[in-house]
């Protein structure tokens, strides 16, 4: 498994008012691509602890960008703190060539859907910084920073380096929060809504 550094933040501010703040420090959109995820769990897997079901998760991908498709089975993997931020974390990766028939497959192995995710994302870069921009399910708007740049020249060496990014740009961000878990707000809204 690879592990990774990264932090995620939510904004408090509307899509285009972000990007104003973005384009007035120096950043260039350089990319545009949608993230399709459908979060897998096993049965006997779900639980209270919304933490611990999506650690127990497999995710079907479908990232489409212009000119191509991409479908991925995968496995995120994190630990956290006593205040829940992330410690360490990582993730495996294996293409594949359908999803309806990946879903059926982990469906005969006693999975069920517990969420989709839909991202519309968007790379913004300077020369020494990056961070990508998820508007997730049409509601939710985030800033994802990891350690590995592929635009900017530069590695992010800790956490400290990223959350400088979001601070000297003056971003405007939700309880100053740097490790926004998407998966778990969107898992408690929709359980929440099931409830109503």
Known sequence: ???????????????????????????????????????????????????????????????????????????????????????KQGKVKVKIDDINNSKLLFEKLGFEELIRINDHMLVYATDKDELVIQNVNGKHIYIELEDKCNYANRFYNSIDEMKKVITDNNIPIKNNDFFVKKAEIELQETYNKVGE
């Open 1 to 87: 498994m690879n592990y990774e550094r990264e932090i995620t933040v939510e904004v408090c501010v509307d899509l285009s008012s972000l990007i104003k703040i973005l384009e007035e420090n120096g950043f260039e959109l350089k990319e545009v691509y949608d993230l399709n995820d459908i979060y897998l769990i096993n049965k006997n897997d779900k639980e209270d602890d919304y933490l611990s079901m999506l650690n127990k998760c497999v995710l079907i991908r479908d990232i489409i960008e212009e000119d191509k498709e991409t479908k991925l089975l995968t496995y995120k993997y994190k630990e956290y703190n006593e205040n829940k931020e992330i410690t």
